[in-house]
């Protein structure tokens, strides 16, 4: 206890000091060619104590303090960190020259997320990992989540990848439709997409207000890439088997001019998924001049063509048959690969863009444009059966669940064939479509779910360093929105023609419309979305003595409107023409304080009200066929906090986090058909004022045990539940529900549902893992990290959640065996096995007469560990009789379905420069 009264003492007494102005120069130059390195970051503590070098690579930093000893982190993206300590004995100091390596870790950054960050999807559900968002940072941590724990789809703190803001030259990627960035629309153009700045979560960005993941913004200039050629190969078994990719940078000072070009292709016939076809080509040029030291305009134009197999969700049953690779959506036709389920996306990117860098003053402007189309594929069926291979029925689980008793011998022939014939059968629609008796109409029809978009973007960011203490930073940005929906019928599989008739009700989908569709006519639905939003900014930050601060305010409004092109006879009265708009205004504020300890040791303060409008898919109920919205929608609410410690030594580093996040009045919009003690139909669930609450500890140190050895431990402890009971509504497809208690809005009340407490599902919550890294001075390096990954949970499903899942359906009154213990034992949430997963990553780098080669390889899951990265409950049996009988059951027929992670993978990467 003395000597923790001393150290008090002391810390106290160094901030009572009078704080003294000090200017620290000096010149960075690359180690090997002996080149000044240009934008190098030269940064203290905080972003107001942070410069960059010139093209002579020369510094200046100003920073005033009283300690008599600093430390100075140089940075740059494709270079080893490097950390200097600093004893200020006089006013003006010079370091003279510094020199920085290159990182040949740098490909793990740059290859791994592209590699892990699938998206995982079915009908209901959409899980979006947000590891691309970190790939620009040094924190341990986020590395670490990134790289090791995202192969699991773990999630920083629980959130969703909507919760990061990314921009593209200061202007915004988040789609309005989901809130997310889709890093599809720059896939494969690693080259020219490294230069990245990321804040982590509520930390103050110049770019943006943010949100409560971080921010990046992606620096397309070519004057900040390096010059000469660059080329790639990689080979992998992961999402993609094969990539090559080749970039071209130019600079010429004298005229101020520079370019980049770059070009890469990405290819697998199948990924470690079985029939995961993928195929992937993006295009970059970017033309930049510099009209002066402070004035520059920058050309940007983005193509990415990417073409992928999707995989579907599985049960326990199949699985044990099949195995983790095992995907239904795909058979053999003609002897090749076809998958029904495929995702095309192609939205290039022009972009135009003004700098202006003085001294105290910087303003940037940009415009934008985005079109192009995201399509996805489905086997749409008509009055004919099921062509999934894993449609219940065709299980054993099916004949031995039997009501009348147990069929095993019919449950043996299902499994043998299972066995033998667990693929789409092609043949066999081909054939339906082809039946003389059917005249020509379609039994199967493969449709594209169609998107094509228009986007335009403004905005101007003007930052402002009033004195060597206080800063400004101020923006404001546009963004105009269409988004045009409908299904394309792709392929008839042989028929002549398709009836758009919903076959449940034999109701016309489109009442001004040909009843007989061909291949390529628009069927089904069809609709727009226009919107536009506006988002404003201002942020001050400022030192006073011991203390940083950073105050911001930020406004967005949305509004927003659907436009429907055909008349749904099911809803004459609301589907054709435009909706009432919709409108939504939001205020948001965030502070920021810091406390220095000393020179090594910092407190940290974060704490955000963020109000902000839903996404599209959480405003409309079933905008496939009309105008309905989610019943009072109201703005978002978040409330975000986090109490950080940060140290930094010369070879000891890291930070502790502890972190509490609430969001409010979230809503949600599902589809499925479900069995209820309210009716059994196709249905559209509505989940409102729904709360969800994230908390938890962040920890990663890293320590150099000496100049070659780095040793490393992180760990993530959270708690992410449902904040509230929320209130759940249905609306049937089908059926008129005459008997149900309706809404003024034609929707069943279902009231509260029973979610308060319990787990979301967004990846393992807690997480423990231990690094050691070996860098040898001849320019090669090896690491491996060891990795345990717990408490993951899968999707919870609403409806069984609230009193009609009590509900008897031929008498509606409570089933007399639902007793609250009864119904609390068969809703209890399971929490899925916790397991480990060992890491190998290594590199080799070569430099033989200007020219370099770097080799890069890791090993994934090295034991080839079985692990569930996803899943959801499914919501069919929606009453207690029901699902109790099915759970009693080995293999129950609705059980949840689940994502498997993937077994051992490995990645290669070949790269040369000059």
Request: glycine share 8%.
């Amino acid at each position: 206890m003395k000597y923790f009264w001393i150290f008090l003492y002391g810390i106290l007494c160094s901030n009572l000091l009078i704080a003294q102005e000090f200017t620290i120069t000096g010149y960075v130059y690359e180690f090997t060619s002996k080149k000044p390195i240009e934008n190098i970051e030269v940064a203290i503590d905080s972003q107001l104590n942070k410069v960059y070098t010139n093209t002579n690579g020369e510094f200046i930093l100003q920073y005033k303090t009283s300690e008599p000893r600093i430390i100075i982190d140089f940075t740059h993206n494709g270079y080893q960190t490097k950390r200097i300590e600093v004893y200020l004995e006089e006013e003006k100091i010079s370091l003279g020259s510094i020199y920085l390596k290159t990182d040949i870790t740098q490909e793990q950054n740059l290859n791994l997320i592209s590699l892990t960050d699938l998206e995982l999807s079915d009908e209901n559900n959409n899980i979006n990992a947000s590891q691309g968002l970190l790939q620009a940072t040094r924190d341990i941590f986020l590395q670490r989540a990134a790289f090791d724990f995202g192969q699991a789809f773990f999630k920083v703190r629980g959130y969703d990848s909507q919760e990061g803001t990314v921009l593209l030259n200061g202007i915004s990627m988040n789609k309005l439709l989901n809130g997310r960035p889709d890093w599809n629309n720059w896939g494969g153009l690693n080259d020219v997409t490294r230069n990245q700045t990321f804040t982590n979560g509520l930390d103050f960005n110049s770019n943006a207000f943010g949100n409560v993941l971080g921010t990046t913004n992606i620096d397309t200039r070519p004057s900040g890439l390096r010059p000469g050629i660059r080329l790639t190969s990689s080979f992998s078994n992961r999402t993609y088997t094969g990539r090559l990719m080749a970039t071209y940078t130019h600079q010429n000072i004298e005229t101020g001019l520079a370019y980049s070009v770059s070009a890469s292709k990405r290819w697998a016939k199948e990924g470690y998924v079985d029939g995961t076809l993928y195929t992937a080509n993006a295009a970059f040029g970017a033309l930049e001049y510099q009209f002066n030291k402070k004035h520059s305009l920058l050309g940007t134009f983005i193509l990415a063509k990417n073409t992928r197999g999707r995989s579907s969700a599985i049960t326990r049953e199949v699985f044990n048959l099949q195995g983790k690779q095992y995907n239904p959506y795909w058979g053999l036709q003609n002897g090749k690969i076809r998958n029904s389920r495929t995702r095309k996306i192609m939205e290039p990117i022009a972009m135009l863009n003004y700098f202006y860098a003085g001294e105290s003053f910087k303003l940037s402007a940009g415009a934008s444009f985005q079109t192009g189309y995201n399509n996805r594929s489905r086997l749409a069926y008509y009055n004919a059966p099921n062509p999934d291979p894993t449609y219940y029925r065709y299980l054993p689980s099916y004949y031995i669940n039997n009501t009348i008793g147990a069929d095993f011998t019919n449950a043996s022939l299902a499994r043998e064939g299972f066995l033998k014939n667990a693929q789409l059968n092609w043949s066999n629609l081909y054939t339906a479509n082809t039946n003389p008796s059917s005249g020509g109409k379609a039994a199967y029809v493969l449709l594209d779910d169609v998107n094509q978009t228009n986007t335009l973007n403004f905005n101007t960011i003007v930052n402002l360093k009033l004195n060597s203490a206080i800063k400004l930073d101020a923006g404001i940005a546009y963004k105009n929105n269409s988004s045009t929906f409908f299904a394309e019928a792709t392929d008839l599989l042989g028929a002549s023609f398709h009836e758009d008739i919903d076959p449940f009700s034999n109701t016309l989908n489109n009442t001004n419309g040909p009843l007989q569709i061909s291949k390529g006519d628009k069927f089904n639905y069809h609709y727009k979305l226009q919107s536009n939003s506006i988002n404003a900014f201002t942020q001050l930050q400022g030192q006073w003595k011991a203390f940083d601060f950073g105050l911001g305010l930020a406004l967005n409004q949305l509004k927003t409107q659907r436009i429907g092109y055909f008349q749904n006879q099911r809803y004459l009265e609301n589907s054709k023409g435009n909706s009432t708009p919709i409108n939504f205004l939001g205020l948001s504020g965030k502070l920021q304080l810091a406390y220095k300890l000393n020179g090594r040791n910092w407190i940290h303060l974060n704490t955000a009200s963020i109000n902000r409008a839903p996404n599209l898919q959480r405003l409309f109920v079933n905008p496939r066929e009309n105008n309905q919205i989610v019943v009072n929608p109201k703005v978002e609410r978040i409330t975000a906090t986090d109490l950080s410690y940060t140290f930094k030594y010369p070879d000891f580093d890291g930070r502790i986090t502890a972190f509490y996040t609430r969001f409010q009045d979230l809503s949600r919009v599902n589809y499925f058909y479900v069995d209820a003690g309210v009716g059994s139909d196709f249905v559209q669930e509505v989940v409102t004022n729904m709360d969800h609450l994230h908390k938890g500890l962040e920890i990663g140190v890293s320590y150099n045990a000496s100049p070659q050895v780095k040793l490393s431990a992180v760990a993530n402890i959270g708690r992410y539940t449902y904040a509230n009971n929320p209130d759940v509504t249905i609306n049937f497809d089908t059926a008129n529900a005459d008997e149900e208690p309706l809404d003024v809005n034609g929707f069943i009340d279902l009231g509260k549902a029973n979610l308060k407490d319990l787990r979301l599902n967004q990846g393992p919550q807690k997480t423990y893992s231990i690094g050691i890294e070996y860098r040898d001075p001849r320019y090669w390096w090896i690491g491996a990290t060891t990795n345990y990954l717990d408490e993951n949970y899968v999707g919870l499903s609403s409806i069984i959640r609230t009193n009609s899942f009590t509900l008897n359906p031929e008498t509606n009154r409570p089933f007399s065996s639902a007793t609250p213990e009864a119904v609390a034992n068969l809703l209890n949430q399971h929490k899925e096995n916790p397991f480990y997963l060992l890491n190998l990553v290594g590199g080799k780098s070569w430099l033989k007469n200007g020219k370099y080669i770097s080799l890069f390889i890791s090993i994934n899951n090295l034991f080839d560990t079985d692990y569930i990265s996803g899943g959801y409950q499914q919501s069919r049996n929606g009453n207690f009789e029901q699902l109790q009988t099915d759970n009693l059951r080995d293999n129950p027929s609705f059980a949840p379905k689940y994502w498997f992670g993937f077994g051992r993978s490995y990645f290669i990467n070949l790269s040369f420069s000059y």
